[in-house]
């Protein structure tokens, strides 16, 4: 069996030690503010085009044409109350 030379173990740790430790100055220090990105799934938009082709999110679309709603996107108003239904201009 081979005898390992005690100063290139010693220098070989040596390395492996500052290299960690540099790698780990990458991720923290006092000019480290987090992650430069987003963790999780991107944000879902829930929206249509209008005849115009412009696009307007899904509280618009409620807002501005809550029956056109119920016909296409029942989806976007599955849980309203009936207060919130009721509370919609064509409804007055």
Not at 27 to 36: C, H, Q, R, V
Not at 45 to 67: E, K, T
Not at 81 to 90: I, K, R
């Amino acid at each position: 069996m081979m005898k390992r030379n005690p100063f290139l173990v010693t220098i070989s740790l040596t390395l492996l030690l500052l290299g960690s430790h540099m790698l780990s100055a990458c991720y923290s220090g006092p000019n480290y503010a987090g992650p430069g990105f987003y963790y999780g799934a991107h944000p879902e938009v829930l929206g249509d085009y209008d005849d115009q082709h412009v696009w307007h999110d899904r509280y618009w679309w409620i807002s501005n044409h809550h029956d056109w709603v119920h016909e296409h996107h029942p989806d976007w108003v599955a849980n309203e109350t009936p207060a919130e239904h009721n509370a919609y201009e064509h409804h007055q």
